[in-house]
């Protein structure tokens, strides 16, 4: 059976100031219809913490259904770009379209966050029972750096993953891309513009503080202002998106 499923367009390498202008065309997506925006991101935020609070494994369907509203966030962004109205319920889209994918794309990244934490666990392990056989005062030493290398680990295999799930979402939505090849181009893509993210990086961490000030209602504001730089970032990095079929009327 011939696989008729368009290649992954190739990554285009950007100026290291990319990032702003990703986020100036979220927060220009967002003034189109501000209100709808916000219960947007009202939704996705309660959606996702009602996940968290499932008991034992709340986290783990947080982490699966992160991907699933992200591709609905991009559909809702590629639609205020194209001058269409903000679909509340375009939140939903990655269940419509390719739901199988979104959530496999989320299961990677559950099974890449759970490795690297066990990664992370076995050096911290290892260095404290190293110590704990050497002696009382090579315990303490050996149990800090431990401790130490095994959060660099975890903060760096973190960031990949996180590099592999930035565009993963928009792949699979805009390319048909399977679960596993859409990670893998978009960590590619990410690692062949690392100076772009490294701002990127530290604009999304002082944005996310400045959010959490007002009470937490500041992510009313990021939520929809990431998925837009979400959404440039995708068009600048790979080119035009395929036509797709038009979304589903709503409200």
């Given at each position: 059976?011939?696989?008729?499923?368009?290649?992954?367009?190739?990554?285009?390498?950007?100026?290291?100031?990319?990032?702003?202008?990703?986020?100036?065309?979220?927060?220009?997506?967002?003034?189109?219809?501000?209100?709808?925006?916000?219960?947007?991101?009202?939704?996705?935020?309660?959606?996702?913490?009602?996940?968290?609070?499932?008991?034992?494994?709340?986290?783990?369907?947080?982490?699966?259904?992160l991907p699933v509203l992200?591709?609905?966030?991009?559909?809702?962004?590629?639609?205020?770009?194209?001058?269409?109205?903000?679909?509340?319920?375009?939140?939903?889209?990655?269940?419509?379209?390719?739901?199988?994918?979104?959530?496999?794309?989320?299961?990677?990244?559950?099974?890449?966050?759970?490795?690297?934490?066990?990664?992370?666990?076995?050096i911290g392990g290892s260095?404290?029972?190293?110590?704990?056989?050497?002696?009382?005062?090579?315990?303490?030493?050996?149990?800090?750096?431990?401790?130490?290398?095994?959060?660099?680990?975890?903060?760096?295999?973190?960031?990949?993953?996180?590099?592999?799930?930035?565009?993963?979402?928009?792949?699979?939505?805009?390319?048909?891309?399977?679960?596993?090849?859409?990670?893998?181009?978009?960590?590619?893509?990410?690692?062949?513009?690392?100076?772009?993210?490294?701002?990127?990086?530290?604009?999304?961490?002082?944005?996310?503080?400045?959010?959490?000030?007002?009470?937490?209602?500041?992510?009313?504001?990021?939520?929809?202002?990431?998925?837009?730089a979400q959404h440039a970032?995708?068009?600048?990095?790979?080119?035009?998106?395929?036509?797709?079929?038009?979304?589903?009327?709503?409200?």
């Amino acid at each position: 059976m011939t696989d008729t499923r368009p290649d992954l367009p190739p990554a285009h390498a950007l100026r290291p100031g990319a990032c702003l202008g990703w986020l100036a065309h979220g927060w220009r997506l967002f003034l189109r219809d501000p209100a709808r925006w916000a219960v947007i991101a009202l939704i996705f935020v309660l959606i996702l913490a009602a996940l968290g609070f499932v008991p034992l494994v709340g986290w783990a369907f947080s982490l699966v259904g992160l991907p699933v509203l992200t591709a609905g966030l991009l559909m809702v962004a590629d639609d205020a770009a194209a001058g269409r109205a903000v679909r509340i319920d375009g939140l939903f889209d990655g269940l419509r379209r390719d739901a199988g994918k979104h959530v496999m794309v989320g299961i990677c990244y559950l099974v890449g966050g759970l490795l690297s934490a066990f990664i992370a666990a076995a050096i911290g392990g290892s260095a404290a029972l190293t110590g704990a056989l050497i002696g009382p005062l090579a315990a303490a030493g050996l149990t800090a750096g431990g401790v130490m290398i095994a959060s660099i680990v975890f903060m760096a295999l973190w960031i990949g993953l996180m590099m592999a799930l930035w565009y993963a979402p928009a792949l699979v939505v805009f390319h048909q891309a399977e679960p596993v090849a859409a990670l893998r181009h978009s960590a590619s893509a990410c690692l062949h513009n690392l100076p772009v993210f490294f701002v990127l990086a530290l604009c999304l961490y002082v944005l996310g503080w400045l959010a959490m000030l007002p009470a937490g209602l500041g992510m009313l504001v990021l939520v929809p202002v990431v998925a837009g730089a979400q959404h440039a970032a995708y068009l600048e990095t790979f080119g035009d998106r395929p036509a797709l079929p038009p979304p589903t009327e709503s409200v």
